[in-house]
């Protein structure tokens, strides 16, 4: 099970930040390379914001949550 390693600030930012960047995707008129650079980019911050979890932050030791133990479920 994946645990959290995002503070809630962290959390909230990427959902944000991830949501824009798909709405820029897909209302900006710019080259198919950087639609799908922006798509990814933008989808991965928005997963990791909504599951609490960040795999490179984990491979990088970091962790930002105040809780301990698994992430919480809604």
């Known amino acids: 099970m ?7 600030t962290e959390r909230t930012i990427r959902v944000i930040v991830g ?3 798909v709405t820029i ?5 710019i080259s198919a390379g950087a639609v799908i650079a922006v798509y ?9 914001g909504i599951a609490g979890f960040c ?5 990088m030791g970091i962790n930002t949550c ?9």
Do not use: E, F
């Open 19 to 21: 949501g824009t960047l």
């Open 66 to 74: 105040r809780a301990k133990g698994p992430a919480k479920q809604s």
């Open 25 to 29: 995707g897909y209302l900006a008129d």
């Open 40 to 48: 990814l980019v933008g989808a991965i911050a928005l997963v990791s």
């Open 55 to 59: 795999p490179a932050w984990k491979l």
């Open 2 to 8: 994946m645990t959290c390693n995002l503070s809630l």
